[in-house]
């Protein structure tokens, strides 16, 4: 893992060096493009796209840098000389225009044509570098390892540039010495033209290392694609005979499969200095670089923003807030001192004279006594901090449950505000243990969550499982692996606290659907880290049918529906049926899934409610979202707010096209991090589903019927359809001319044309009388 990600930072500094390096000198560069049938018209365009790119880095001018090329593939053929063309807009316009030829791959008669006709339009001067850059896949008919010594022998420096899948050894042979200074791959584009500039300024033909920057040594690898003989297996096979008598022997059957191959060499590349090599950020802040010297870190919650993820502590929310401390035998005198220490250390640092919160202290062993009430400190900590030292050890056995049963009955206890008005702050108990409960602590956590308060658990891994039932939540655990780091936890108590006063979806209505990618890119086991995601993102909704519903959908190259908005009206349905969903594997398309939650899962007929917002949380890897945009757009467009959580090094261009805003997407370094960003998302999705309801979005009318508004409502226009939603097929058959009528009809038809006919025929008949 450590090589993985050695490498990584590696390439990335690669890139970023090979942006910077521009080349400025003297120079004739010969491109020899391979045009065989061999590299194809795909490969053909990339590497004349390689060979844009790098005239772009180059100062073409004609005192300067002068470009030719040559393109072979049964014979070769001068496209342009060097004296052609001499700024790089004529340069790439006229590189754009050369088309593929095709052919066999005479390599040697293209370096055979520069031995004979050197360098067309070039400078016959020992001050200009003569240098040819050969862009083949290295599969030559002929010999051409004689004319490349040649070549090399009058003074040219060859580089070897593989395409597709290269025959390396071919290259090798070819490129000017020393070999792994000679070769790239033009694929891996920024390092093919990060390396050649750096065997050009190591040779002094040029300048193109930026200040501050060095050239460096490591392992790097080559791939290619080759053919692999596996022995199969024998048969009987006939021979020949002796006589009349058949001869038969065993033959071998042999398979041949193709196979990638990794040739690992040598690999010398600028490097330039990361600014976040220092590890400026903080408190497990993540740097994130943007060039050779800015940079930004994204922290964890509880932190402060950009640089450096300084703490910021403050205990700015709201909250009635209740410390719950282990007193018991089993703890030992220095485990509660820890306990008192941490405590004392927490308030020290979060608690100011202008905090909103209030705070009160309780002890439990085999009993449990409330210390100081809620408030009763409000505006002075020294008074605070002075009762928490004079907390003491409570002894006996750690009766957990009962504790929690007593602090809810007695904990909060609030003086009214006015004579009618009490206070309503959100109550939080922070539970500071370090030792097993011996008796149950599932209902009295469960009593305690049903009269809404919030329990938040403190203690060291090996309770992590028992505090989980505690506080209900994982989200709301937090361990600590020993005592010298509780101290640490500070900052993310302080989140995790504040997080409370911040839930503001309690109670709010939304129909919410969770796209989980379960593709080979996430992993089987990074599926189940999505799961347990989503199952702490839900326990923070009201579920039902009046206010939140949920749905899930998890999707590989198909998308599924786990279940949907109406399936269940329970939290903690909804956690069971979380856990049920299956890896699907394969690859991911972003796109299907979300085309199919807008056809098969936010509809009125799958449980979508018409004046409810609706929001889809797309969480991946981003390795799908290439058809995502699109659809995306579309789903949006009908009045559903899209967010998007991108784990890894996603491409965060294309998940924000995806969300469509910034503030919509939330990109996590790991999956282990996701936990630090559940308060972001809620807090994000809160925001969105509290703005006003466009009820014709997305369309509640079935069947194509109109959406129209009136008032504060809407009705549906409805054809061939009734019903508030257009559901029931019209039993009243419209008039259409083209539609032959109903038989009865007919009947009337004839006889009203019959009395028409008749009435005629009494008119003429009293007009001939009368003349």
Request: glycine content about 10%; proline content about 5%; charged content about 20%.
């Amino acid at each position: 893992v450590q090589e993985i990600q050695t490498s990584h930072e590696n390439i990335v500094k690669i890139n970023s060096a090979g942006e910077m390096m521009k080349c400025s000198a003297a120079m004739d560069i010969l491109f020899l493009m391979d045009g065989s049938y061999s590299v194809g018209k795909g490969s053909f365009e990339r590497s004349k796209h390689y060979a844009i790119k790098l005239c772009q880095a180059l100062d073409i001018g004609p005192g300067k840098v002068r470009v030719g090329m040559i393109q072979f593939g049964s014979s070769p053929r001068l496209e342009f000389s060097l004296d052609s063309y001499l700024t790089k807009q004529e340069l790439k316009k006229h590189m754009k225009k050369i088309s593929f030829r095709g052919g066999s791959t005479q390599t040697g008669l293209a370096l055979k044509y520069v031995l004979r006709k050197g360098f067309p339009g070039g400078r016959n001067s020992s001050s200009v570098a003569r240098i040819a850059v050969l862009l083949s896949d290295g599969r030559s008919q002929g010999n051409v390892v004689q004319a490349a010594a040649q070549l090399k022998a009058a003074g040219v420096v060859l580089f070897a540039v593989g395409l597709r899948y290269p025959k390396w050894e071919e290259l090798h042979a070819l490129a000017s010495e020393p070999m792994e200074s000679h070769v790239f791959f033009a694929e891996h584009f920024y390092d093919a033209v990060n390396g050649l500039y750096t065997t050009l300024s190591t040779f002094a033909v040029c300048s193109a290392t930026p200040p501050g920057c060095q050239v460096e040594t490591f392992p790097c690898e080559r791939k290619t694609l080759e053919t692999v003989k596996e022995l199969q297996g024998n048969f009987m096979c006939w021979k020949g005979s002796k006589g009349y008598s058949p001869y038969t022997s065993l033959c071998p059957f042999y398979r041949y499969n193709k196979v990638y191959r990794r040739h690992p060499t040598v690999c010398h590349r600028t490097l330039c200095p990361d600014p976040c090599d220092s590890q400026p950020c903080l408190n497990g802040g993540t740097c994130v670089s943007e060039g050779p010297e800015g940079f930004h870190c994204v922290c964890p919650p509880g932190y402060g923003g950009d640089p450096h993820c300084a703490p910021a502590l403050s205990l700015d929310c709201s909250v009635d807030l209740l410390f719950l401390l282990e007193g018991s035998d089993a703890l030992t005198l220095e485990g509660f001192l820890r306990l008192k220490s941490f405590l004392k250390r927490f308030l020290q640092t979060v608690i100011g004279s202008n905090s909103p919160s209030k705070v009160g202290l309780a002890v439990f062993g085999a009993e449990a006594q409330v210390e100081a009430t809620v408030g009763r400190f409000n505006g002075d900590l020294r008074a605070l901090l002075q009762a928490v030292e004079a907390l003491k050890p409570f002894g006996g056995e750690t009766r957990t449950g009962h504790a929690l049963r007593y602090v809810t009955r007695h904990g909060f206890v609030s003086e009214p505000v006015f004579a009618d008005v009490t206070d309503d702050l959100p109550r939080v108990v922070v539970l500071l243990t370090a030792t097993p409960a011996i008796d149950e602590v599932v209902e009295p956590s469960k009593y305690a969550r049903d009269r809404e308060i919030f329990l938040i658990g403190v203690g060291p891994d090996s309770l992590k499982a028992q505090l989980n039932n505690i506080t209900g939540n994982p989200q709301r655990t937090l361990t600590y692996s020993a005592p010298d780091r509780l101290t640490a936890k500070i900052p993310e108590l302080k989140a995790k606290i504040c997080s409370v006063d911040t839930q503001g979806c309690l109670g709010q209505a939304v129909d919410l659907v969770f796209a989980l990618d379960a593709s080979m890119g996430v992993g089987r086991d990074n599926f189940v880290a999505l799961q347990n995601f989503v199952r702490s993102l839900t326990v923070q909704f009201d579920i039902n049918r009046d206010v939140a519903q949920v749905a899930l959908v998890t999707y590989g190259r198909r998308p599924a529906t786990v279940f949907g908005l109406d399936a269940h009206e329970t939290g903690s349905a909804i956690l069971k049926a979380v856990g049920d969903a299956k890896f699907m594997g394969g690859v991911a398309s972003t796109g299907t899934a979300l085309l199919h939650i807008q056809s098969d899962v936010l509809t009125v007929a799958k449980g979508a409610r018409p004046g409810v917002n609706k929001a889809v949380v797309v969480v991946t890897d981003g390795s799908g979202g290439d058809d995502a945009v699109v659809p995306a757009q579309r789903i949006r467009d009908s009045g559903v707010s899209v967010f998007v959580v991108g784990i890894g090094d996603v491409q965060s261009e294309r998940l924000r096209q995806i969300a469509a805003s910034e503030e919509r997407m939330i990109s996590v370094p790991s999956y282990e991090d996701l936990k630090y960003f559940e308060d972001v998302l809620v807090q994000m999705l809160c925001s969105e589903v509290k703005k006003a309801v466009n009820l014709c979005k997305p369309n509640p009318c079935m069947n194509n019927g109109t959406c129209i508004l009136s008032g504060g409502s809407f009705r549906c226009q409805c054809q061939g359809f009734e019903g508030p939603h257009c559901e029931t097929r019209s039993s009243r058959t419209p008039s259409r001319g083209d539609r032959p009528r109903p038989a009865g009809l007919r009947k009337k038809s004839r006889q009203k044309k019959n009395h028409q006919e008749l009435l005629r025929h009494y008119k003429l008949h009293r007009r001939r009388h009368a003349a």
